[in-house]
């Protein structure tokens, strides 16, 4: 299975970012946005500068803001619009779709209500196996990528093949894919970083260092692995690149729309006010929380800090009580 000509469903930071991913590992490569001035630079000035400032995209890269056109000959299609998007833009793309391309997916989410994984809407829209999707996870912060700096990922699917087809197609001299069968724990590891990394931006909002940060990652990881493991992941994913590694990198680094809506909260903003601070960029943990909370509470699963991100972000409660009130949960054993 080999792929040439490839489609990027999206054109934010991540979309445009794995498209030159994608060319600099010599492929051909048709972007979707939006917005048609959005296109239209990609198209003539190899710029996405909304997004990438300072970024020139390889001229194998063009973009439309015509689906159909996109969608033509592709043989993967990436989709890489925010995960609470997915399901309209998808539903609006379905009949467009070549029957035999491979479905990919870069959005690290929950969606709400359905409490469904972004491979499940997939499937779901598509009419496919879910597990068939190749979903692509890992310590990923899309402008480092788009600076060339090298990092690596996770391509999980059930069908290695496929996962093999994506992986060849988008390997370069500073990206470097891995395969991996276990499309729940890539998927959820993806999700949940997202609500940890808001916490560890709100204790740095809220003046503390890295003990504190230390604590977020491994509790967050914690809970993280136990609804994993409940919802049937391989608990070894959460060690990998798209447990601890995205985590971390995540949590740690300013470059994250997660973590810095986290710290302007932290410094006493509002959600409003961090939204429109992060640029109207998609900061995934403020809805997954509430997503993730009620997935992990319909299987009996606790997790604390997840909780905690909810009642800041959706009851409004003041970080720094809700930070008291984790530190002040009853005690217990650190694996119970
Ligand atoms: N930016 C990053 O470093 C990484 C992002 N991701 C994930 O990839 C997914 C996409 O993220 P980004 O490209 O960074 O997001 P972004 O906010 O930079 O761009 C989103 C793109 O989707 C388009 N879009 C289409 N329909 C939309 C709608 N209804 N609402 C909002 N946007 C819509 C926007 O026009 C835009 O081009 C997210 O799930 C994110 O968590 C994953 C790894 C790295
Ligand atoms: O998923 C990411 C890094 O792997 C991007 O994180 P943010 O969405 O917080 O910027």
Known sequence: MTVQSVTVLGAGSWGTTFAKVLADAGRDVTMWARRPEVAAEIREEHTNNGYLPGVVLPGRVTATDDAALALDGAQAVVLAVPSQSLRANLTAWRSLLPRE???????????????????????????????????????????EIARQQPAAAVFAC?????????????????????????????????????????????????????????????????????????????????????????????CASPLSRNRTFGELLGRGETVAMAQQA?????????MSCQSIRELARGVGVD????????????EGMNPARVGAELLGRQQKHEWS
Not at 105 to 129: H, N, P, Q
Not at 165 to 181: C, D, E, G
Not at 303 to 314: L, N, Q
């Open 278 to 286: 992060v640029g109207g960029q998609v900061a995934e943990g403020v």
């Open 101 to 143: 391309a491979i479905l990919v997916s870069l959005a690290k989410g929950v969606e709400l209500g359905t409490l469904k994984r972004m491979s499940e809407v997939i499937g779901e829209i598509a009419g496919v196996r879910s597990d068939d999707v190749v979903v692509v996870s890992g310590p990923n912060l899309a402008k």
């Open 303 to 314: 997790m604390p800090i997840t909780d905690a991100m909810f009642r800041v972000c959706h």
């Open 158 to 250: 059930a069908d290695h093949d496929k996962a093999v087809a994506v992986q060849q197609a988008s390997f370069n001299s500073y990206f470097r894919p891995y395969t991996n069968t276990d499309v729940v724990g890539c998927e959820l590891g993806g999700a949940c970083k997202n609500v940890i990394a808001l916490s560890c931006g709100m204790a740095a909002g809220l003046g503390f260092g890295a003990n504190t940060m230390a604590t977020l990652i491994t509790r967050g990881l914690a809970e993280t692995a136990r609804l994993g493991s409940k919802l049937g992941a391989d608990p070894l994913t959460f060690a990998g690149l798209a447990g601890v590694g995205d985590l971390v990198a995540t």
